[in-house]
């Protein structure tokens, strides 16, 4: 079994930073384009960042500026560094993408999510 494992997620004020790290699980080849997606209570989930092999990103408007997707190809980890956060970018943060595991590639993997509280 494989899996992607969030982490770093918690309580912070306005204007702090949190840095969120997904790592796969299990014997891993590689991890290969990955995004991060959060979802608010009564909100759909929203696409936050992405990033491909080639390291090229995409970020929601929301947030652009604010929070860098990076990854850690021999850890096996993408991080979402999140800057300046606001009260509006409170949410269930969730890592989704592909693992290549040396005889199958899983696709549209997710993780069990993080939560991000941003509140004074």
């Known amino acids: 079994q494989v899996q992607l494992v969030e982490s770093g997620g918690g309580l912070v004020q306005p204007g702090g930073s949190l840095r969120l790290s997904c790592a796969a699980s299990?014997?891993?080849?590689?991890?290969?384009?990955m995004r991060w997606y959060r979802q608010a209570p009564g909100k759909e989930r929203e696409l936050v960042a992405s990033?491909?092999?080639?390291?090229?990103?995409n970020y929601a408007d929301s947030v652009k500026g604010r929070f860098t997707i990076s990854r850690d190809n021999a850890k096996k980890t993408v991080y979402l560094q999140m800057n300046s956060l606001k009260p509006e970018d409170t949410a269930v943060y969730y890592c989704?993408?592909?693992?290549?595991?040396?005889?199958?590639?899983?696709?549209?993997?997710w993780g069990q999510g993080t939560q991000v509280t941003v509140s004074s």
């Open positions: 989704n993408g592909n693992i290549l595991t040396y005889s199958k590639t899983y696709s549209n993997c």
């Open positions: 299990g014997s891993i080849f590689s991890i290969n384009d």
């Open positions: 990033i491909t092999i080639g390291g090229s990103t």
